[in-house]
């Protein structure tokens, strides 16, 4: 087993070692993700560095666009003899969890503006019978699918709408950051709106750290370090996807975006652990026939995450019967770079227009 002591130098040689066998043996790595830790996205970052090409696709800022300085530029990492592209990510559902412990830190005071985002409104919300239940914001399980879900849910934005309308801050921060991880795990959304999602966040992280530093407040006034390297990876890394899959792949297959994560090895070492604790290799290898049933269990089931209450990983999420009732002709069509340059422009359009909402020209 590999020792959760081991430091980010050491996996980076077995993540190496790991990819180029992949790649030797046909298997046309398309991503490597993180799952929230920062030794695992240093791993990342290691990995980029490393790498012996790059192919960089430049996103003009629409306010400035003569500015080269204030571009945006999505590198994608090129590797092995073929110069594979590969996207570099964030678990999506790990990105959700990080935004939901950083507006319930009492650490912090969210400053958006004239308005704050902070846990006393999601306090309320519970105290009101509103869609959020006990554990969502008493002895919260910070590793809660649910609790996040349920708390960035479009029925927690509802009450709130309905019932604190003046609470615009936190509004905004569900609205705007809520979506980004949605821009993965939502299966109904084309590429082009995830892409503009994935953008208005990106926009959105930008306008902040400049009122906050314009504002001369500290760094507890937005969210963490680690939420905004976190946030970055999503943005970059759904775009990247989608730029591999069109240009390297052809457009030949439609990107399934709520598959892409970690949550897929999560589940999958988490059912392993229920036969054998601590188990080796070979354990593992006995494992394997076990393991293809039950997930094909879970596949084949129905999806109970919605029912589920303080559980800290729920298998059948996102492995649901729903993946083959999916559309999958939103997730086939590719934009063209015009498309995504327009998809920029109007998602910093929306940026501009919640930051004078929230009080701030």
């Known amino acids: 087993p590999i020792s959760s002591k081991i430091k980010a130098d050491e996996l980076i040689d077995m ?31 290691h990995f980029a560095l490393s790498a012996p090409a790059y192919v960089d696709f430049v996103l003009p800022h629409p306010a400035y666009p003569a500015d080269s300085t204030r571009s945006t530029k999505i590198r994608i990492v090129c590797w092995g003899k073929d110069l594979q592209w590969i996207a570099l990510i964030e678990d999506p559902g790990h990105g959700r969890k990080t935004l939901r412990s950083n507006v319930y830190s009492g650490a912090r005071l969210l400053t958006l503006g004239d308005y704050i985002a902070c846990y006393s409104h999601f306090l309320a919300v519970y105290h009101e019978n509103g869609p959020l239940n006990s554990r969502d914001v008493l002895k919260v399980d910070k590793q809660s699918d649910n609790t996040a879900i349920r708390v960035f849910s479009s ?16 509004i905004v921060y569900l609205v705007v950051l809520g979506s980004l991880p949605d821009a993965y795990q939502n299966r109904e959304l084309t590429l082009i709106e995830r892409i503009k999602i994935a953008l208005r966040a990106m926009y959105f992280l930008q306008y902040w750290k400049d009122f ?13 370090t680690q939420a905004l390297d976190i946030c970055r990876y999503l943005v970059e890394g759904l775009i990247q996807l989608v730029i591999i899959y069109r240009d390297k792949f052809l457009g030949k297959y439609p990107l399934l975006l709520w598959k892409v994560g970690t949550e897929g090895n999560e589940h999958s070492f988490a059912l392993a652990r229920s036969l054998v604790t601590d188990f080796n290799a070979l354990d593992w290898q006995h494992m394997v026939p076990k393991l293809m049933v039950r997930l094909r269990e879970l596949i084949n089931s129905v999806d109970m995450a919605a029912k589920a209450r303080g559980t800290a990983y729920n298998p059948s999420l996102h492995l649901d019967a729903a993946d083959t009732r999916a559309n999958l002709a939103p997730v086939c069509t590719y934009p ?8 920029n422009n109007a998602a910093h359009a929306e940026v501009v227009g919640i930051w004078q909402a929230l009080g701030v020209d």
Do not use: C, W
């Open 336 to 343: 063209p770079n015009a498309g995504i340059f327009e998809a």
């Open 212 to 224: 906050v530093r314009d504002s001369g407040y500290s760094s507890q006034h937005i969210l963490s």
């Open 15 to 45: 993540q190496v070692k790991l990819v180029n066998g992949l790649l030797e043996h046909g298997v046309r790595v398309s991503s490597l993700g993180a799952d929230g830790a920062s030794k695992e996205r240093s791993v990342l970052r």
């Open 155 to 170: 029925a927690t934005m509802k009450h709130l709408i309905a019932n604190h309308s003046d609470q615009l801050g936190t």
